[in-house]
T-cell receptor, first 111, second 112 residues
Framework: DAEITQSPRHKITETGRQVTLACHQT?????MFWYRQDLGHGLRLIHY???????NKGEVSDGYSVSRSNTEDLPLTLESAASSQTSVYFC??????????FGSGTRLTVV | DQQVKQNSPSLSVQEGRISILNCDYT??????FLWYKKYPAEGPTFLIS?????DKNEDGRFTVFLNKSAKHLSLHIVPSQPGDSAVYFC???????????FGSGTQLTVLP
């Protein structure tokens, strides 16, 4: 069965370190998205991609970057982790339109 | 400024009664609206959607109503069941964009 997987499920890192969160989907979807979930803010869009080599900034992109070298993967990199980036991160994909499929999330703690 | 707002962080209802979750939006260019349901430690899952050209969409126990003049939509769950206890997110799409804007979520608790 097709799926979307995120790794790791949990991560603790220190302030200032570079961190990469993985997202891998086997749906062959062109569109991929990264959101963060914070209490009181819901899901906020960080970055998104409409296809290979395409990346776009979302609402809260500062301090994050993505790259899309193939259809299946959209890794999210925190260049220099900050405590404000402690959050739960969700990756999603869609074939087009609005049919998002979400991963199970990565809980990141920056200490 | 949040374009999609869910003003009730939490809602409790008795099993068997109706649950009504509300969502307001500010951008009249949104053309498609969705509700997602999220259990703890899981990703959100799609529940029901509605196009801006409609005012109601029904799927089993779930009905979404859209009032464009008020820029308001609501999700009705009848009858509510304990398994419906989850966080519900309202989301909206802007025209041809493929990304969604989400609200802050409402925690629904259905009491047995």
């Amino acid at each position: 069965d097709a799926e979307i997987t995120q790794s790791p499920r949990h991560k603790i890192t220190e302030t200032g370190r570079q961190v990469t969160l993985a997202c891998h989907q086997t749906w062959n979807h062109n569109n991929m998205f990264w959101y963060r979930q914070d209490l009181g803010h819901g899901l906020r869009l960080i970055h998104y991609s409409y296809g290979v080599h395409d990346t776009n900034k979302g609402e809260v992109s500062d301090g994050y970057s993505v790259s899309r070298s193939n259809t299946e993967d959209l890794p999210l990199t925190l260049e220099s982790a900050a405590s404000s980036q402690t959050s739960v991160y969700f990756c999603a994909s869609s074939p087009g339109g609005v049919g998002y499929t979400f991963g199970s999330g990565t809980r990141l703690t920056v200490v | 400024d949040q374009q999609v707002k869910q003003n009730s962080p939490s809602l409790s209802v008795q099993e068997g009664r109706i649950s009504i979750l509300n969502c307001d939006y500010t951008n009249s260019m949104f053309d498609y609206f969705l509700w997602y349901k999220k259990y703890p430690a899981e990703g959100p899952t799609f529940l029901i959607s509605i196009s801006s050209i409609k005012d109601k969409n029904e799927d089993g126990r779930f009905t979404v109503f859209l009032n464009k003049s008020a820029k308001h939509l609501s999700l009705h769950i009848v009858p509510s069941q304990p398994g419906d206890s989850a966080v519900y997110f309202c989301a909206a799409r802007l025209g041809s964009a493929r990304q969604l804007t989400f609200g802050s979520g409402t925690q629904l608790t259905v009491l047995p």
